[in-house]
């Protein structure tokens, strides 16, 4: 059955800076994994979507990378803004029909 | 429409009480997806349609959830008899097809049950 786990489970950072937030699964057969953002009382918004041929993908400010044989993915985060402050859920797919699975999430905080 | 909309955002009930929660995924999605987000954890799976059918019910937690989909668009999520433990947002999402990858979600639906 597939883990996912997301450490930090809590952040707080000054703006400005740069951060990593962290995902790994125990099942590497991953067809995909997705990047997602929640804010308080919402629902959950896409930010990046990786293939699992894929090493990575960017958007804005935001760069997400995949190692599957490692079972782990990152989220970086450039410059961030107190707009940034959020939930931020890794989920991933496995190959054949099983439903995407979701980590606990980080819970961000940029301070201004 | 532009987005998954997701009816009542917000329902308070009685222990005892029959609920329905409606998703309204977007315009030619085929795959739907009902997940349940308790606070502080991620989103649990619940069932998954591919056009009209069930095409995975595994993650229902009993007989008292069911969820149809009779015309492969709107969907409805039927709790009977709901309990305390069923309290928590119920999330929507729908994709192009099964294997397209990409989830959208609607807001949710808060259910509290007193």
């Known amino acids: 059955k597939q883990e996912v786990t997301q450490i930090p489970a809590a952040l707080s950072v000054p703006e400005g800076e740069n951060l990593v937030l962290n995902c790994s699964f125990t099942?590497?057969?991953?067809?995909?994994l997705q990047w997602f953002r929640q804010d308080p009382g919402k629902g959950l918004t896409s930010l990046l979507l990786?293939?699992?041929?894929?090493r990575e993908q960017t958007s804005g400010r935001l760069n997400a990378s995949l190692d599957k044989s490692s079972g782990r993915s990152t989220l970086y985060i450039a410059a961030s803004q107190p707009g940034d402050s959020a939930t931020y859920l890794c989920?991933?797919?496995?190959?054949?029909?099983?439903?995407?699975?979701f980590g606990k999430g980080t819970r961000l905080s940029v301070i201004a | 429409g532009a987005g998954v909309s997701q009816t009542p955002s917000n329902k308070v009930t009685e222990k005892g009480k029959y609920v329905e929660l409606r998703c309204d995924p977007i315009?030619?999605?085929?795959?739907l997806y009902w997940y349940r987000q308790s606070l502080g954890q991620g989103p649990e799976f619940l069932i998954y349609?591919?056009?009209?059918?069930?095409?995975?019910d595994s993650g229902l937690p009993n007989d008292r959830f069911f969820a149809v989909r009779p015309e492969g668009s709107v969907s409805t999520l039927k709790i009977q008899r709901t309990e305390r433990g069923d309290s928590a947002v119920y999330l929507c999402?729908?994709?192009?097809?099964?294997?397209?990858?990409?989830?959208?979600f609607g807001e949710g639906s808060r259910l509290t049950v007193l």
């Open positions: 099942d590497s057969a991953i067809y995909n």
């Open positions: 990786i293939q699992s041929s894929q």
């Open positions: 349609f591919q056009g009209t059918g069930a095409a995975d």
């Open positions: 315009s030619g999605h085929t795959a």
């Open positions: 989920a991933v797919w496995n190959s054949g029909n099983t439903p995407l699975v």
């Open positions: 999402a729908s994709s192009k097809r099964r294997d397209s990858g990409e989830l959208f």
